[in-house]
C-alpha cells in the first residue's frame, strides 16, 4: 500500500508551546484528513482539507495541503494537556476509494 | 445520534475460533470500513462497502470476510482466528469514497 510519513514519531513539550507536526509522500493525494486518538479511543476527526495550498484552522488548530499535493502540516498553538494523543494524518488519491493512514505522531504534553 | 457504534469492545479467542464483530451507523452514511491497528503502524484497510449488499478489499483482506445486508450496519467475520489477528479493530463510515470517514470506539481482539 502507499507509505504516508509521519514525522516525528513523538513529541514531549511544555505546556503553552506551539506544535508542528506533517506528513509526507511520494504519491499525490486530492484529499487530507487529520485525526486525534485518545487511549482506548478511535480517531476523531479534526480537520479535512480538499485543495493544493489550503489553509484551514479548527481552533488552535491549523493544517495546511502542500502545494505539491504531496505533504500536509498541522501546527497547535499554546499546547495544553489535553491535547495529548497520537495524530493521525490520511490522504486519498485521485483514483481511489481508499484512505491511506500515516503511522503517527504521539504528543505529550507536560504541565 | 450515536453515530458509529462498535460491538463487543474486547474479547479473546483461541486459535481457529470464529467470530464476528458488528458495526453500525445512524448517520445514513453510503460507505462502511473495517480497519485494524497495530502497534507502530497506522490503520490499514481490511474490507469496504460502498452500499448495501456490496463489499470489496483492502490493503490486508486475507482471513476476514464481511457482509453489508443492511445499509446501517456492517459485519467483520475472522472464520478461523490466528495470532497474527490479534490487533484493533476499527469500523468507520462516510457519505460518499472521498468524504470525511467517522471512527467508532475500536474492539480489542486477542487471539491466543
Known amino acids: 500500500g502507499q507509505q504516508l510519513n509521519q514525522s516525528p514519531q513523538s513529541m514531549f513539550i511544555q505546556e503553552g508551546e506551539d506544535v508542528s507536526m506533517n506528513c509526507t509522500s511520494s504519491s499525490i493525494f486530492n484529499t487530507w484528513l487529520w485525526y486525534k486518538q485518545d487511549p482506548g479511543e478511535g480517531p476523531v476527526l479534526l480537520i479535512a482539507l480538499y485543495k493544493a495550498g489550503e489553509l484551514t484552522s479548527n481552533g488552535r488548530l491549523t493544517a495546511q495541503f502542500g502545494i505539491t499535493r504531496k505533504d500536509s502540516f498541522l501546527n497547535i498553538s499554546a499546547s495544553i494537556p489535553s491535547d495529548v494523543g497520537i495524530y493521525f494524518c490520511?490522504?486519498?488519491?485521485?483514483?481511489?476509494?481508499?484512505?491511506?493512514f500515516g503511522t503517527g505522531t504521539s504528543l505529550t504534553v507536560i504541565p | 445520534n450515536a453515530g458509529v457504534t462498535q460491538t463487543p469492545k474486547f474479547r479473546v479467542l483461541k486459535t481457529g475460533q470464529s467470530m464476528t464483530l458488528l458495526c453500525a451507523q445512524d448517520m445514513n452514511h453510503e460507505y462502511m470500513y473495517w480497519y485494524r491497528q497495530d502497534p507502530g503502524m497506522g490503520l490499514r484497510l481490511i474490507h469496504y462497502s460502498v452500499g448495501e449488499g456490496t463489499t470489496a478489499k483492502g490493503e490486508v483482506p486475507d482471513g476476514y470476510n464481511v457482509s453489508r445486508l443492511k445499509k446501517q450496519n456492517f459485519l467483520l467475520g475472522l472464520e478461523s482466528a490466528a495470532p497474527s489477528q490479534t490487533s484493533v479493530y476499527f469500523c468507520?463510515?462516510?457519505?460518499?469514497?472521498?468524504?470525511?470517514?467517522?471512527f467508532g470506539p475500536g474492539t480489542r481482539l486477542t487471539v491466543t
Open positions: 490520511a490522504g486519498l488519491q485521485a483514483t481511489g476509494n481508499q484512505f491511506y
Open positions: 468507520a463510515s462516510s457519505y460518499f469514497g472521498g468524504d470525511e470517514q467517522y
